[in-house]
Structures are given as C-alpha cells and as structure tokens.
C-alpha cells in the first residue's frame, strides 16, 4: 500500500521568498504523485501532478517540484511567495491496485508574513 | 463541464442518530468516485472508494458505510454515529488517465 510523509506540519516565510515544501512517498512502483491546496474557505485544488517523463513539473500558481525516485520525495518549490499562497497543502500519491486509490500526507499549513 | 454537488453542507447530530451524505457527479460518466474525512493534522483520511455502480471497497473499518445505487451518485451513511464520526467529509470523483480527483464542497459533521 501507498503512503505519504509530509514532515513540516507548518512553515512560516516572509512574502518574496522562496518555499520549500517537503514530502516523501512510499510505493513499491512508480507512483502517480499529486500536489493539493487548500485555501481557507476554499475547496482542494490540484497544483501540479507527475505521472512519467520529465522529473521536474510545472503547475498553477508559479509552483513547481521534483520527483526524486532515489529520494522517494516530492518537493513542492516556488521562488517567490505571494500573501495569497497562504493555505494548506498536500502532497498525495496514487495507484491503480485494484481501483485507483490516492491516499494523502497530512499536510503542511503555509504561513506568509508581511 | 463537470460539477460535483455535496449536500448537506453542515449537519448536527446526536450519538445514535442515522447519518447520509449524498454526493452527485454532473458531466462525466463513469466516474471513480470516493470519500474522504478531514481531520485538523490528519490531512485527508480515504474512507471509500467505487469503481462502479454496486461496487464499493471500504479502507477504514468503521462506523460508516457507503453506496453507489446509480453511476453518478455516492451516499455516505450511517445507522448509528458516535462522537468519533465527528469531521469534515469530502466527495471526489476521478476519471482516467490521470485520476486527478475533483472534490465537492465538503460536508461538515458535528456529533453532539
């Protein structure tokens, strides 16, 4: 089974800098991998998604990450952040076993300071 | 387009009462539809998922249960709800090739 390691619970920057979301997965093939927000008052949305081909995606929002199969990871980046990327973010990753299944990490709540 | 309708948006229910949240998918067919719970610093807890009408694969044992009587439309229900079934659930659905799930609005539980 598929699992998912989000260790930052929270992380705080100053708007303008850059963001560094961590996350790890668990999955004995390729996974499908997906990155979530949650904005406050908002429903998830889907940021980026990594099936195959080039380890470095790109998705809404200016963000960007990187699948590193030696890692097992699947950072989240963005080189400048904005007051409004303040939300909560989940990494997610999915299998087809039998019903394709998404199983999420616990997500990491961005905080941006003026 | 494709709209997915989550109703009700908040429920407050004593413990042994009967629970059902109704989930309806607009604009797809076939769709691979599931459950979620949401829990402050627990992120996104997969209940159920269905792959077709009838067909239902359960990752919790719990109090909950779900069905899927027509290709478009998920219920989440329960006979009897204890304080634990207390949370935030979440409707998606996902097509092929990519399954990037689309979530409903969400339904907000509180067990009294």
């Known amino acids: 089974a598929q699992s998912v390691t989000q260790p930052d619970i929270h992380i705080t920057v100053s708007e303008g800098a850059s963001l560094e979301l961590r996350c790890n997965y668990s999955?004995?093939?390729?996974?499908?991998l997906f990155w979530y927000v949650q904005s406050p008052g908002q429903g998830l949305q889907l940021l980026l998604k990594y099936f195959s081909g080039d380890t470095l995606v790109q998705g809404i929002k200016g963000f960007e990450a990187e699948f590193k199969r030696s890692q097992s990871s699947f950072n989240l980046r963005k080189p400048s952040v904005h007051w409004s990327d303040a939300a909560e973010y989940f990494c997610?990753?999915?299998?087809?076993?039998?019903?394709?299944?998404?199983?999420f990490g616990a997500g990491t709540r961005l905080f941006v300071k003026a | 387009s494709q709209t997915i309708h989550q109703w009700p948006a908040t429920l407050v229910q004593p413990v042994g009462s009967p629970l059902s949240l109704e989930c309806t998918v607009e604009g797809t067919s076939n769709p691979n539809l599931y459950w979620y719970r949401q829990a402050a610093g627990r992120g996104l807890q997969l209940l159920f998922y269905?792959?077709?009408?009838?067909?239902i694969s359960s990752e919790v044992p719990q109090n909950l249960s779900a069905s899927r009587p027509q290709d478009r439309q998920f219920i989440l229900s329960s006979k009897k709800l204890l304080l634990s079934d207390s949370g935030f659930y979440l409707c998606?659905?996902?097509?092929?090739?990519?399954?990037?799930?689309?979530f409903g609005a969400g339904s907000r539980l509180t067990v009294l």
């Open positions: 269905s792959v077709g009408i009838g067909q």
């Open positions: 998606a659905w996902s097509v092929p090739p990519f399954y990037v799930l689309t």
């Open positions: 999955y004995g093939a390729t996974p499908y």
């Open positions: 997610a990753v999915g299998a087809n076993t039998g019903g394709f299944k998404t199983i």
